[in-house]
């Protein structure tokens, strides 16, 4: 069989693409906050969370009484896909315009399908939030940043894969989150964690069980950078002191959690090879001090 080299993994300044990133990430809470409406919730809301098509990041599955949705972000050919059981589809392309404008064409499509649901347009998870038919501050959309954006995550992919197929407990899919805008992957020790009263009702639900997470954020006003992230939920002691791998990952106290910056793991001689050694190194790191039960929750190798 003859090698072939690994593709490159491309540069993605935050500075570069921070407008893009900024619109699509109210034109994805859009198509999120219809998620949160059309369909049933699952444990840590699972069933909002957005995964990966061929051709981009798409919606679960939503009923609308006997029929079902779904939406796509392409990022091929740049268009949001609508698509309906009964065989109809719709396309609003991504280019240059407000987030008010997105709104109104996505639930005007909708509305001659049929489909009127009702969603809370307020933003989540970002500063200074303007609800959705009155935001006309975020209307980027570059082609190739959001292209580039896309095609990191497809790259990213079979690491994350590859790295949930070594667990056998309860883990959830590699999705991607519309709130957070980042992809995850989160491993369960299967204990029950400390209640957070105060928390607001996701947040509660989120970690209402010990949970390891990794996942990958294309950085934010606070982390102008993109990043991978692992954290442990409830952090047991002595974790932000454990030795990981890459050398360029390090423990963030604000956010407390392990960062490594993309830019290092792209610059690797193996990017899979060093974003897999920080994933394992971290969750390695947390289950030992968490005292999880390993030999039940892994993978065991049988020699041959």
Known sequence: MIATASPAWPPLPYESWRDTYATL??????????????????????????????RGLTTPVMQVGDRTLRMTFDFVDHQLVIDTSDGAIDRIPLEPRSVADFYRLVMETLHRRGVDARIWTMPVEVPSPIRFEQDTVHASYDRAAAATFWRILTLMKPVFDGFRCGFVGKCSPVHFFWGSFDLAVT?????RAPGRPNADAVTRESYSHEVISHGFWPGGDALPEPVFYAYAAPEPDGLRTA??????????????????????????????????????????????????????????????
């Open 243 to 304: 030795l990981i791998e890459p050398a360029a990952a390090s423990y963030n106290p604000t956010m407390s959690e392990f960062l490594l910056p993309y830019e290092a793991v792209r610059t690797a001689p193996s990017p899979a090879d060093a974003l897999m050694r920080f994933l394992v190194s971290t969750y390695v790191a947390a289950a030992e001090r968490a005292n999880w039960a390993r030999a039940d929750l892994e993978r065991q190798v049988v020699a041959s």
């Open 25 to 54: 990430h109210m034109w994805m809470q859009v198509a999120g906050k219809l998620s949160l409406a059309l369909t049933k919730r699952t444990n840590h809301y699972w069933n909002i969370a957005f995964h990966y098509a061929p």
């Open 187 to 191: 491993r369960f020790s299967g204990r």
